[in-house]
């Protein structure tokens, strides 16, 4: 799971983990290692100095991943063919790298995986119902305290310009919150 530490991807390292998967968050630095691990990762692999396919087939008794999650692409959709097991999956979520990868699909065949793309935002005007179904699973995932979102920050609106950039950045951890002028904090 690429950006493990990050919005989405606390999320879905919460809901991979309240499913019942092993869970092998990469991020990038110390600081975003330790929110993975808090967040229930089983493995975190810091992209910055460690080999992330390596790590990925020891963990895995030289299996690959099952399913790869990448809101990256650029390099970690590289890496994430590299480590995706025989009919594992690949679920594209975004291109946060600025890197729009283009999959050989000769080796898809080869190492017979799928590729998936999920744009969320589609099932409002495809399925509604399924916007529906998820959004009463997670309200239950909620209560449970199976899953809880990570607000790393609230940030007033006149901070907002400076909050997204660094969020663009990848310097942040989970989510940062702009809060409306005279709203509760």
């Known amino acids: 799971m ?10 879905a390292v ?4 309240a499913a019942g998967a092993t869970v092998i968050g990469v991020v ?9 691990r808090e967040l229930g990762c089983d493995l975190v692999i810091d992209r910055h100095g460690e080999d992330i396919v390596a790590k990925v087939k020891e963990a895995t008794g030289g299996r690959g ?9 650029g390099d970690a959709y590289a890496k994430s ?4 097991a025989f009919e594992g999956r690949i679920v594209v979520v975004g291109f946060a790298s600025g890197s729009i990868p283009s999959p050989g699909l000769n080796h898809a065949l080869v190492k017979n995986y799928s590729i998936v793309g999920l744009h969320w ?9 399924a916007v529906l179904a998820c959004h009463q699973e997670l309200t239950k995932l909620a209560a449970e305290g199976a899953v809880r979102p990570l607000v790393s920050e609230r940030v007033a609106m006149k901070d907002a310009a400076d909050a997204v ?11 940062v919150v702009v809060v409306p002028e005279g709203a509760a904090r």
Do not use: F
Not at 28 to 36: D, L, N, Y
Not at 65 to 73: L, N, S
Not at 81 to 84: A, S, T
Not at 121 to 129: F, I, K, Q, V, W
């Open 2 to 11: 690429h950006a493990a530490a990050g919005g989405v991807g606390s999320a």
């Open 14 to 17: 919460q809901l991979g983990k």
């Open 28 to 36: 990038g630095g110390p600081e975003k290692a330790r929110v993975a």
């Open 65 to 73: 991943a099952d399913v790869v999650y990448d809101p990256v692409g």
């Open 81 to 84: 063919v590299k480590c995706v």
């Open 121 to 129: 935002g589609l099932y409002n005007t495809m399925d509604p119902a």
């Open 165 to 175: 950039q660094r969020v663009a950045d990848g310097t942040t951890t989970g989510r």
